[in-house]
């Protein structure tokens, strides 16, 4: 599934995650030794200079708004609300739209508008905050005029997880990159030392307490904000490490398949990609639409493992997953939703043990919560979106839920 703030993202422009101080156009000075640092960095080279301009909260709330009017379509707003709710990561009555654009707004500190090759920072006060923005966002321009941000992340329309794995590479490059332009300015060589990446990691992590849109979200939507760059700049440092300067364009000749590969970047490296096993069919489907399909990643299942159960429950179940691929119905007449979707997982064993933890989400996300039917390998049942039916087959594991009718 792909997280709506990276479709923001993506049908906007490439941002910067908040700072305490913008830009003011006195810091555009600074774009031509930082286009030149930046070269040296990867090896790469900017074809013609990067046009640029401030911008404000207010035009920036209307740019973003006005982007996600024109290219996202209401039906894939519904779908992506109502999966994300079917799956309990947010609530029942979650404005997506809404509350996406609010925290965009809040967040973002400068933007690469890769639709009209032009950089974007908020007004404000120049300094550190300013440069670091600036370098991000050249870092963007750059990988854009070698090869071209737009076609890049519209390649792999078929996979959500994909898509999110190749926002990653986007953001964590640029975060990456900001980090090495500060280390190379301060006189220490083009690299970014590991003690350095562990900083970064941690203020990504603790920095949006001071934001209250941030603060207040869910934490499937906050993670969605955070993960492309913390995710993307690890992923990106550890292939760094293995090809060094040849990194830089690698991630974007040969794009990862997953964020399995992003969080994992020894599978990419090992060119470990998923299986995505067929959502199950559900009972009677002429009486239902589809909605939507797609593909839940490991970013997906560790939300949801980390929600509802611990950080030891995601750390033993998620790396094991496969692939996943789930489809949204909608029920013709009643327009109720029903979701089906399948997991493969490393052996029978782990698959069993994710059947037992959806047991444990399927009871907590709903205040009602009756089992009918229950076995290692199966369980099925009621609750708040209707009838349930989870079942073991070997290493799969397949979910309906949402019907008005008995699975049994």
Request: charge should be negative; include cysteine.
């Amino acid at each position: 599934m792909k997280p709506l703030l990276t479709v923001f993202l993506v049908v906007s422009a490439t941002s910067c995650l908040a700072a305490d101080k913008a830009a003011t156009p006195s810091l555009f000075t600074e774009i031509s030794d930082i286009s030149r640092d930046l070269e040296q960095i990867t090896g790469l080279k900017f074809s013609h200079p990067v046009p640029s301009a401030v911008i404000d909260k207010e035009h920036l709330r209307k740019f973003l708004e006005s982007r996600v009017n024109k290219s996202i379509k209401p039906d894939d707003l519904k779908a992506e609300s109502l999966t994300l709710k079917m799956l309990g990561l947010v609530p029942q009555d979650f404005d997506l739209r809404q509350q996406t654009v609010d925290l965009l707004t809040e967040q973002a500190s400068a933007f690469y508008d890769y639709q009209k090759k032009k950089l974007l920072l908020l007004d404000g006060d120049a300094g550190e905050d300013g440069l670091m923005a600036l370098a991000h966002e050249l870092g963007h321009a750059l990988a854009d005029q070698n090869f071209n941000l737009r076609k890049y992340i519209k390649e792999d329309t078929e996979s959500d997880d994909a898509a999110t794995a190749r926002m990653a590479v986007m953001e964590g490059q640029a975060t990456w990159l900001m980090s090495a332009y500060l280390h190379m300015r301060a006189g220490l060589g083009p690299d970014v030392p590991q003690e350095t990446v562990e900083v970064v990691s941690k203020s990504l992590d603790q920095g949006g307490e001071q934001y209250p849109v941030f603060s207040k979200s869910p934490l499937y939507i906050r993670e969605s904000l955070v993960f492309p760059y913390k995710g993307g700049m690890l992923f990106q440092d550890a292939v760094y490490r293995k090809l060094g300067k040849a990194s830089f364009a690698e991630v974007f000749r040969r794009p990862p398949l997953s964020t399995h590969q992003i969080m994992h970047p020894e599978a990419y490296l090992d060119k470990v990609g998923p299986t995505l096993p067929p959502a199950p069919e559900i009972p009677d489907p002429r009486r239902y639409r589809k909605l939507a399909d797609g593909t839940l990643g490991e970013f997906d299942i560790d939300i949801l493992c980390r929600q509802y159960g611990s950080e030891e429950q995601a750390q033993s179940i998620d790396p094991e997953l496969q692939g996943s691929q789930f489809t949204l119905f909608e029920e013709k007449k009643e327009k109720y939703p029903v979701l089906a979707f399948s997991t493969k997982w490393s052996s029978p064993k782990k698959a069993g043990e994710f059947l037992k933890f959806y047991r444990q989400v399927l009871e907590k996300k709903s205040k009602t919560f009756d089992v009918s039917r229950e076995s290692p390998d199966a369980l099925a049942g009621h609750d708040d979106a209707g009838f349930f039916r989870v079942t073991r087959k070997n290493d799969v594991v397949e979910c309906v839920e949402g019907l008005k009718s008995s699975l049994n």
